[in-house]
């Protein structure tokens, strides 16, 4: 017995300080990371793997059934419609993290772009002034949300749906008498979400300053981990990493360029999903978000103010419905009583859970948001592209949505089978 | 001078009366144990402290103030960090975020590194037997947990530790190690509230015991005037209990 | 309710029972014009007015709950023609006449039926635009965007559109049924067809104004010239549109002349009266409008008159300011 | 300290074993009841009392603003509404217990009875045959979401939304181009729906035997606590409690019988809630569903077959909905293709939530589908009353909603306050 | 003959190895203390025994035939009760719902008299402190729970009661009556396997001791033939360790 805690006193000197308890099975190096993932995958915790391999199976059937589906002006096409809906997906992702929901981000986005088209056409507001406001309403709605849930408890499913109805008829009272508002195809707003694209040379530059920061910022992070004697990523690794994104993101967006490139809606939503990841994982804000939706009573005993993070949740959700409402305006260059209806809602919400996003609270990312509505997004231009009756189109819908996300079956069976459930 | 006393405190949960009448007093550098059976109302007590339960009447002073602590966060600002006997960890959270839970070092770009190497020396001195910080503490066993859950009331400077029976889970190394953590507490002027149900720890940390018996004051005695056998009577209420007929018999077996 | 016999219709109760909000039609003009005239008529009736949000379940609620308030005449729109006859029969049985008011319920007999058709609106907008895309001598074939899979009302449009369309000899592209007329479905459909058939599409005959919006700002998106695009309804978005040659068509429908007409048969009711058949429809006294279609050239004449629908300062705003005046209107 | 635990021996004889622990404040006779409810109320116990309140108000209110609310002739109407969203509501409730979620019972009730219309009136099949056949469909429809959700770990959010999809594919399919069908008027299913109520002396017996039966089961259980020496009901309580659902439901039956009376639809409502609360309150599968709800895991160590209880489930879910979309397309004589949608789903489960269902699972009780019902037909058959603006009409039902749910509020408040959140 | 028999048990998670070639056996009338350290693997082997977790590798044997617990419906048809660390109760349901759960007397129409009157008598026997059966688990004490969860494993008639850690959270009232249960229990022909930090506990009540040390086997001990010490150094993996440290200054301390 004692010669085995000699060898932990022994090896205490060379192994980092977190890689020290006998029972962890060691791995070293480029194979070590890839013996890692494999044990990763048997053993289910697999991250976005699944949804990213169930997008690829939508993808090969859809351009199997119709060539036209990965070109290239189909996929700038697909990453333009992602946009509006993702970065309301984005907000969802937020309440559901914090174990809340919001059903009524549809009504949000459709009020505040019939606010925004009132102020900008009607009233001849500025453009930023009239978006503002709108924004600024977003907020003002989540924030009386978080005030209700705080002080009455009642569920945010109810609050939500309330909310679901009355903003719908403040939005048909804002409308009035017109009913539906053009926005001028040639305003900055219906350009921005139209027709502007990022130049050639920039969106390489973008490629080449994203696969740089992250070898640098992975870089210094892997030094400092060595200082203090923890493990650490090896330089060959994260070279090999930041190759990976150079390539991968640079095909990508050689072969959007191909047409006419990468808009610059869907860089505002890319932005968007990088900032809350940060903000998500890096702030102590992000950290109180998991830790109330894992567990609100002891984030409470923790002495997190609950109540604020709860209403932080619910107006970044509204608020991000509100930008995600006036982009789908102005992608659509007008605003009516049906906007922010129909399926917005339920994509919105759906493509949050499809990334991976838990009802129940406390799981989830930012990329939940990215990944989802690309799922949700794919499925509807690859049938869009499908000349099919509307049963079909339907029944179809049902079927590759269930498809994509049974993909995480695998995964999800192993982890209970390994104690993870 | 007493760093935390108390003066009637009730407490009824609907139908049933969970404390009547609390009174206590901790001084700095002091142990103070609280002791009683299932139920007693141990753990109420250490929830009305901590600001988690609002008591229905009574009053509390911290350093000779009367106090209001009607919310974790307010007992967190008068410096009482309490170990919760349901441990009250996030499951979806690793073992440093659990640490680090509402203290994150650098709030704008948290300090991984640093909490990483932080946990690492807290985990080590209560000789803890944890593979992985950044495993989520789902996956940690019974001990392990509550290991995090002692280490975390460490990492602020606390004026008052409050322990609710923080070794029921934990190893015989670990305990000691605990013991041995109260010590040092209290040789650093900290007042200590520890429950426990091992009259062995009790009497071999605490300065004072304190006997809860159905949500009602039973008694309190200076340790080193009192025997183990007194405590458990005034717990049970009676000298003749299980526990003793379990001692007499067990040595009518063994000679 | 039951005392339908009453000789002076002062302070009945009429019921007005409009399907959906999807068009604005209903809430801003058929209700407030038969507000209107029926104030005229009988200042002291009141006009219960509801709006069944396209729910066929609900719209029954609102007749029974008219019924209940004891409303002396219901006029309906019904959702679904075919489920509109159990109101009819639950109100008949209770001695209100019912009037069907744009769309017909078949099923059931009702009072009267007073309307312009859906089919009929449905192959006047096809027919127009197919006649101008022949004008044009365009190549390519048409894209047809429908209403709503789930609506009555679409699929009676969207039969007239093709009675047009098949016989135009030019191809039919693609049809897609737009989920709840949504602008926003239609506009992505309609831009997978612009990458799935680029140069080909000669013209989009859309079943109405939101869907053809959203057809159009497909194009714009695409940054590709804007074929003729078809619409129905003449909402001001769409007025707007066609003057500034966006949009190639859309139908007026003489919502006024309907809605006091049917005003003024109800108040016939009211008073017990039995208004004469002006033709006969589904074996139903019926009184049937002829719609009109809009394109640029008669837009002033149909929309902007002294009479009109729409106020010219309503539709030329800023940024249709130029059009405006290129076309002469004032 | 010796004294006190004398006490305790000498009260063992003549206390109820289950009163003996000398920290319960007790309480006897009917003041004991009285001050008992009195505690409860304070300590935020108060079950479906601040939701009955909240309907109190809400009636109050719209009677205010039209005396025809409440008169028999709407309130028969609303009784007969209730109906087919309350069962498809009961589905969801139990469905919600077993934490997990139904989006699609909307389409799976437009399907169904798209179903047995067309077998009914296009294939001339017996009106019960066609029936059966809709309910057996609806029954497959849980019993495959319940092999998905358990054979893939897919969430049933993902699941029933594919549904959703899907199944209103088939229901436009199955409908194909005729796109609505009548139900002739005189087909029994029809005039069940329609114009069946039940006879007045008949519905004066329905409630006898209901007070009777309370009485008499009560009266039973009580025995049989007494000879076990456990505390019990006193008999007059009992007779209290009898007198006042006698002369309650007595008076509410007398008002409906001024106009048609009590519709037998709705006494299928009622008898299916009975039936529910029964099963989940008194037989070992209904606290298998409250178990698995509220610890699955907990419940598979204890033996239970947690999948068969998830797709039971799914299947009564699913049922009840076939049932409730069969009872819609008889009270609308007619299925289209928007049978099943509109908000049929959103009120189904609304419902549910409002009645106190915890979307969390665990939490909840058969009532919950008949109060949640009510309230919601009462908002939509009050505003149906005021002659508004649609825009108007949204904005009044969502701040009803939330009032009637906010009663809750002081409930919820101190109960949290209490330590029983 | 032994009632259960483990060989070469091996279990990972991830990257930890939390058994590696577990050996065990345990015979029908003896108690089989299970010790080691926090995470040691013992509550993971228990949740193997108990159908929980699926082993990776190794075969159990009951009654001499090998056989395969892939669920707890598996065990509890075997006849293995188990008392989990983490107890596994339903917080929303209450004490007597918690109790009878799976094994509801009268399954189409509960007879809820004749399961409170048993629930009492069960809690009796074990000294609990609980007001009322009627209140969900949610609002018990920790050693109220505990309580619950042991009276629940005596249910149905087993032929193995496993006990992870049985008398962590119980007065010292409570845990002398699960002593004595557990002698009971060995004394009707039970195997019983008891998980337990408490070196005392164990030595009264086992046979047999087996200690785990970073999921391995580190030696099975007859309880008469060793010592407390002993024990412990086996634990920790050595005889110089903080429990025999603090033993000796406290002897230093107190004359
Ligand atoms: N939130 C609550 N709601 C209702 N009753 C409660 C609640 N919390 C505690 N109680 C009751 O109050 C009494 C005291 O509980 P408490 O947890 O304080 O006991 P304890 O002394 O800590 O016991 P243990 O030694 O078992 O931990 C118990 O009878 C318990 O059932
Ligand atoms: N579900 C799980 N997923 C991942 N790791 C786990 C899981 N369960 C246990 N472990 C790990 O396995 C090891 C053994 O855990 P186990 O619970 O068996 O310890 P234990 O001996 O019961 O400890 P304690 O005395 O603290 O209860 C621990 O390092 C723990 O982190
Ligand atoms: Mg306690
Ligand atoms: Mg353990």
Redesign the pocket.
Known sequence: MTDRSEVIKQTDLETPTDLRDERLIGRQGLRGVAEGLLDRIRGGDLGVLPVVIGLIVIWSVFQALNPIFLSSVNLVNLTLECAPVGIIALGVVVVLLVGQIDLSVGSVSGLTSAVMAVLFVDRGLPAWLAILSAIVLGCAIGWIYGQVFNRFGVPSFVITMAGLLGLLGVQLWVLGAKGSINLPFDSGLVSFAQLAFVPAWLSYVFVAVAAAGLFASGYAHARRRRQASLSATSTRLLIARSALVLVGLGVVVWYLNQTRGVGWMFVLFLALVLVAHYVLARTRFGKSIYAVGGNAEAARRAGINVKAVYTSAFVLCTTLAAVGGVLAAARLAAVNQSSGGGDVNLNAIAAAVIGGTSLFGGRGTAFAALLGIVVIQSISSGLTLLNLDSSFRFMVTGAVLLLAVAVDSVARRSRASHGRA | MSILSLRGIT?T??A?A??TGIELDIDSGEVVAIV????????????ILSGV?AADSGTISFESAAVDISSPADAHRLGIATVF?DLALCENLNVIENLFLGQEMRALRLDDVAMEVRSWELLRQLSAKIPSVRTPVASLSGGQRQTVAIARSLLADPKVVIL??PTAALGVAQTAEVLNLIERLRDRGLGVIM?S?NMADVKAVADKVAV?RL?RNNGTFAVGEVSQEDIVAAITGATDNVVTRRAQSQERLRP | AGQGESASAQGAKIAFLMPDIASTRYELYDAPLFKAKMKELCPTCEVLYQNAGADAAKQQQQANSALAQGVKAIVIDPVDSAAAATIVQSAQAQKVPVIAYDRPIPAAKADYYVSFDNEKIGSLIAKSLVDEVNNKGAKGGLLVVNGSPTDAAAGLIKKGIHTSVDASGLKLLAEYDTPGWQPNKAQEWVSGQIAQFPGQIAGVVAANDGTGGGAIAAFKAADTPVPPVSGNDAELAAVQRIISGDQYNTISKPIKIVAEAAAVIANDFAQGKKPAAKTTLFDTPSELFTPTVVTKENVQKELLGPDGALKVADVCTDAYKAACDKLGIK
Do not use: C, M, P, Y
């Open positions: 407490k949960f609907g049933v969970a404390l009683g059976d299932n139920g007693a109302g141990k753990s109420t007590l250490v929830k339960h006997q609710d029976e429950i149900h809860l949500g």
